[in-house]
């Protein structure tokens, strides 16, 4: 090749190789920033939770309706067997939907398997393929999971789990390489969509605390943790920049009394941090765990913190979130949209929603016949049996969201008055929907 054809050559790889990181530039800042090309600064935002995946290669031999995966749906009613469906039906959904963003608040897999980590990364990175961002944390059931298993006709086998660092690796694309800042004490970060919002990704897991044999479902927001959250917010006030929080565990009481009746849901010493963060300017969180779609809040005037809990995929009502953020009008629409139908073969040709509805009840049902037996409540196992199927009406209400009781109901609740007065305590306070709504909803931020 001659001088003056080599000259020719090196020009067009030039101009070509200059088009290609001009392209590639452009790609990485519109990633980076998605408000500031949004018209009036609106962000629209995804959120699910409590997907609790497990693989479909870790279902073997009939597992679906074997021994080992119908005791454990039988003590905590997932409907494990319909995971992969209904996420892929969610996936779909999303895709179509196309918001901005997609958060994601823990509790991604059954226990923890790491194949199950990994499948789930891959139908995220099929989202930000889409140019639609994913932000993840880590759940109680996500790290440090003695029970990750395999099942194989009506037994369970140990796979493997993931660490924190393996959990950071694998979600690596989806809130841990790109941030702002990240807290050395914990898998909480700080992600920047755009000018004016960041995004508080809160781990406040216990999975430092698992054992062989056990592991930790309550939550707690470590003092090395919360100073780092203080040096974030301090930053976002100075540079009048919004926060909005993801976590977990809730981080207000859904319910009067949620704390001591199922303390492990509350994050620990949720009263002072739900306080702590409003007074330094956090207004939402976003958070999962009870498997419940409601929203309340705690605070009044200029400092209101709204904790807007989603409920599950994993069970009824299968769900999840579309929130429309308005950075100049300060406030946003919150939406629930429902999975109603799934690429799967129901029992008994019934459609999806029944199926869900009729699972969840009877599982239910079992689960309070034991559970009004024990402490606090004691009640004789006769009257726990006949009394089982009020706690679950009552436990479902509050799960679908915006309670009412009707007056049949209310006659059912009274009468177990003379039975357990705490029982009844407890019946109130679950048909007691606290404000503001829980599934279509608009909220004004504070200025």
């Not at 809040?297 to 308005?326: F, K, M, Q, W």
């Not at 679908?400 to 007065?421: H, L, M, R």
């Amino acid at each position: 090749m001659d001088s003056k054809t080599r000259r020719k050559y090196e020009q067009y790889f030039l101009r070509n190789a200059l088009c290609i990181i001009s392209l590639m530039f452009i790609f990485s800042s519109c990633k980076k920033d998605l408000i500031s090309s949004l018209p009036g600064n609106h962000l629209k935002i995804a959120v699910i939770t409590d997907i609790h995946y497990l693989d479909p290669s870790l279902l073997k031999n009939g597992a679906e309706t074997g021994k080992a995966l119908t005791d454990y749906m039988n003590s905590d009613p997932k409907m494990i067997p319909y995971g992969d469906p209904i996420f892929r039906e969610v996936i779909e959904k999303l895709k179509a939907e196309h918001p901005d963003i997609v958060l994601v608040a823990g509790d991604i897999t059954k226990d923890g398997e790491k194949v199950s980590h990994l499948a789930v990364a891959h139908f995220f990175q099929e989202l930000e393929d889409e140019h639609i961002r994913v932000l993840v944390v880590p759940g109680n059931h996500d790290i440090n999971n003695p029970f990750a298993n395999r099942y194989d006709g009506d037994n369970a086998y140990p796979t493997a789990s993931v660490t924190a660092e393996e959990f950071r690796q694998i979600y690596s694309n989806f809130g841990f390489s790109n941030t702002i800042s990240k807290d050395p004490n914990s898998l909480s970060y700080i992600s920047q969509p755009g000018p004016g919002l960041w995004i508080l990704g809160i781990d406040d897991c216990k999975y430092k605390e698992n054992k062989p044999d056990s592991d930790v479902t309550a939550g707690k927001i470590t003092p090395q943790t919360m100073q780092w959250i203080k040096g974030q917010m301090k930053i976002a006030k100075q540079k009048n920049i919004m926060v909005l929080g993801l976590m977990h565990h809730n981080m207000i009481e859904h319910y009067t009394g949620q704390s001591v009746l199922d303390p492990d849901y509350v994050t620990d010493n949720w009263e002072a941090n739900a306080d702590t963060l409003r007074a330094w300017g956090m207004n939402i969180i976003f958070t999962g765990h009870y498997h419940a779609n409601d929203v309340t809040s705690r605070g009044n005037g200029s400092t209101i913190l709204y904790d807007i809990e989603t409920g599950a995929l994993i069970h009824t009502p299968v769900c999840y979130r579309i929130v429309n953020l308005s950075l100049k009008k300060k406030e946003l629409d919150v939406t629930t949209k429902y999975i109603t139908s799934i690429q799967a073969s129901i029992p008994g040709g019934l459609d999806f929603v029944t199926y869900s509805n009729n699972f969840f009840s009877a599982h239910l049902d079992g689960i309070f016949s034991y559970r009004l037996t024990q402490p606090p409540f004691l009640i004789p196992p006769a009257d726990a049996a006949s009394a089982a199927p009020t706690f679950r009406n009552a436990f479902i209400a509050h799960t679908n969201g915006d309670e009412k009781i009707s007056a049949e109901e209310q006659a059912k609740v009274s009468a177990f008055a003379q039975i357990s007065p705490i029982g009844y305590q407890g019946l109130m306070t679950l048909w007691t929907d606290l404000p503001p709504g829980d599934n279509d909803l608009n909220i004004k931020l504070t200025p």
